[in-house]
């Protein structure tokens, strides 16, 4: 892009002045002699000096460390890297040296309750009650407990609890199916189950109790489900093996709440790829590197301030959940919000902006661009005044989408659209509170965060589309997948195409502003309504389909914000893809993972291309479709069944 697109807005001097990021700033000369003019200065310096950099985050947060530190990071290269060895913290005692009684710690609102608070009084006692409970039952450091629970307090509750003990923490939300869960759950071995006898999405209720029943069973390691009547106050435990209802685990007596210290690369959860090379990747990350990452990212690019409401649309399925509760970690009031984004309408989630007091208000691509195709103007129609920033990610955020949130929201807010990913739980690109905001532009590279696009050489470039790399270790990357002693399938998600250099998989423009444009996914990853999906998940439910032989999926990233994913399916000898079997597939993806994993389309076609190995071709499928000519896509001579290629070359030319 060689003109600068529009500014719609600009800091204000008082903001500027007011931002943790410009204290920080301060900080730094005043404690270390380092002058730094402009936030591309301090970007620059933040990547050049690593060790420096991460080592002034935890001065300047006053991290609580029971013993002393070595060095701040090792010289092994990523993913190898060590950092802060001889530390030994704890997440959650972080979180509760912000307790206060001025400030609910929770804010909560579903379909099926009004809006409720929890005051930190509450939630330490509750923490504490449950802490007490697990240890009662065994719980140890290392212990994997797992929720398939939705975004609701008790969620918050049972993660701080099983944290504040060094045990390993993991959650699904429970709209996903049980296969999926089981998927996930299975390979860290849990010990404890927190799960809730159904949920409501959309102004329908779901009964689970079949569905966590049938967990229990595929999760032999559980010694413990504990229960929380959601839908039906009277759901009975005993229904479960090993069951208790929550309100039982919570008579534990105790005399307050502990913390364990753990080393610094402790895990403190599991989070999971979308599982699109087979079952999802168990990434593992450290209690001290989301410490210090999330204390960064939400002082310094989000601008959270102590006693501000942070709320992110999530659940308790995506890393974006893990980032909500984070916000305690900086004083905030976490927001939480139990239900369909569009029941009963699209305005449910303004509505509660105005009536929770947000100051920052996150959400997803989609939903801003589906509030835009509606027209909605949540500016005209609610009371937004206490809302200081807009959040979005997920997915890349259109420039009609900027245009409108400025038109239609609210004139003077700050848009932070941001990039990042389950493999690091936070944003590699983000908000700035001290630069403008240009349409249709992320605003910065995060401090810390060496990223850079990469061309077809591997070199850097400026104002070009390239490969999105990281080439430095940060905190916060994984410090393994579950069952990947070797790390071979780390090393292959992300150091395959450039050895000791992170591919992150995403197509990115750094432009001579310092700003950013993310372009979509540059590898087959489905992004379906700002939620990644394997493929591999689509193809499990699909194979049990009788009728299909085999079949391809992809998600195309269109203009506009729009999406399309269509299911390429190959029929089996004598079997017509007929409304009867389109119900089926459709059915089975519903019921056993989502209705995100639906497709658009379902279309038959006679054959899939594959690799002279084996390898079904989804990226090159996706890049065809596009519009990229096939030489550039694919090999031919690497496929054993080249002419396939020519349906969707054809098909293609009918998607705009």
Known sequence: MSDSPPVLWQPSEKMIRNSRLKHYLSWLEKSKGLKL???????LWSVDQPAEFWESIWQYFEVISHSPYRRPMSDDPMPDTCWFEGSALNYAEHIFRMKNNEQPAILFQS??????????EELERAVARMAAYLRSIGVEKGDRVVAFLPNIPEATVAFLAACSIGAIWSSCSPDFGVSS???????????????VDGYQYNGKPYDKMAAVGELCDKLPTLDKTVLLPYLDEKADAGLIPNGILWAQAMETETTGLDFEAVPFEHPIWVLYSSGTTGIPKAITHSHGGVLLEHFKYLAFHNDVHPGERFFWFSTTGWMMWNFVQASLLVGATIVLYDGSPAYPNLNVLWEFTEKAGIHHFGTSAPYLVACMKQGLQPGKDFNLSHLRSIGSTGAPLPPEAFDYVYENIKEDVWLCSMSGGTDVCTAFVGGCPTEPVYLGEIQCRC????????????????????????????????????????????????????PGIWR?????????RHSLVILGRSDATLNRQGIRIGTAEIYRAVNKIKEVKDSLIVNLELSGGRHYMPLFVVMNEGQALDNEVKNKLRQILRREYSPRHVPDEIIEVKDLPYTISGKKLEAPVKKILLGRPVEKAANPDSLRNPESLDFFVEFGKGIS
Not at 111 to 120: D, I, P, Y
Not at 472 to 490: H, L, T, V
């Open 37 to 43: 003019n402009a936030y591309h200065d301090a970007w």
């Open 111 to 120: 379909e099926r309750h009004s809006l409720m608070g929890v005051s930190w």
């Open 181 to 195: 869960v089981v998927d996930r759950f299975q390979q860290i071995e849990p010990k404890v189950l927190f799960a």
């Open 447 to 498: 401090l810390g965060c060496a990223l850079y696009a990469f061309d077809d050489d591997g070199e850097p470039v400026v104002g070009e589309v390239g490969e999105m790399v990281i080439t430095k270790p940060m905190p916060s990357m994984p410090i393994f997948f579950w069952n990947d002693e070797d790390k071979q399938r780390y090393l292959g998600s992300y150091f395959e195409m450039y």
């Open 504 to 512: 992150h998989g995403d197509w990115v423009e750094v432009t001579p």
